[in-house]
C-alpha cells in the first residue's frame, strides 16, 4: 500500500514541492519503520528472508519515486530557466489577466479529458517538455514494474512455501 501512496505524486503538479516531497519522505519513513518493526520481531539469521526481499524491493521503489521528482524538478527548473532566457516569459507563466504562482501549469490542464491513444502520441511528441514526460511515463513504468516484481515474487516465494 506504501508504495502505490508513493505513486500519487506522478499526479501531483510538479511545482508543488512541499506536497510531492513531504509524501515521499512520508512513505519512505513509514516503510523504514515498517521495516525496523518486522525485523525486530524475527529472529536473527544469516540468509535473506523474503520478507527481507520484500521490504527492500519497496523501499527501492518508494526511493525511487522521490527520485524522480528529483529528475521532474531538475527538468522543469532547467526548462523554466531556457523559457525565460529566451525572453518567452515574464514573471508569471501563466495565461493572460492570472496571477499564479506556479511555473507551468498548463501541460497539466485537462489531461484527464485525453483519449488513451492522444495521451500516447503526446508522450511519443518531440515538442512535449522532458519533465512531462518522465511524469507520464512513470505513472505507467512503476506500476507495471512492480506488478512484474509481484508475479515472480508470487512464483518464487508463495508457490515455494506450498510445496
Not at 525496523?36 to 524491493?57: E, Q, T
Not at 501549469?105 to 492522444?118: M, Q
Not at 502520441?121 to 512531462?132: H, N, T, Y
Amino acid at each position: 500500500m506504501l508504495v502505490v501512496v508513493s505513486w500519487v505524486s506522478f499526479w501531483l503538479d510538479k511545482d508543488a514541492v512541499p506536497a510531492r516531497v513531504s509524501l515521499g519522505v512520508t512513505t519512505l519513513l513509514t516503510m523504514t519503520t515498517q521495516a525496523s518493526g518486522i525485523n525486530s520481531k524475527l529472529p536473527p539469521v544469516s540468509y535473506i528472508k523474503a520478507v527481507d526481499v520484500w521490504i527492500g524491493v519497496c523501499l527501492a521503489f518508494i526511493f525511487g519515486a522521490l527520485l524522480e521528482y528529483a529528475v521532474v524538478n531538475y527538468y522543469g527548473r532547467k526548462e523554466f530557466n531556457d523559457q525565460k532566457k529566451k525572453g518567452g516569459i515574464g514573471d508569471c507563466v501563466c495565461p493572460p489577466g492570472q496571477r499564479s504562482t506556479r511555473l507551468d501549469s498548463s501541460s497539466y490542464i485537462g489531461v484527464g479529458r485525453i483519449a488513451i491513444v492522444k495521451r500516447i502520441r503526446e508522450l511519443l511528441s518531440v515538442k512535449m517538455k522532458i519533465s512531462r514526460k518522465v511524469d507520464l511515463m512513470s505513472r505507467l513504468t512503476f506500476p507495471l514494474t512492480f506488478f512484474s516484481f509481484l508475479v515472480f515474487y508470487y512464483q518464487a516465494y508463495v508457490k515455494q512455501s506450498r510445496d
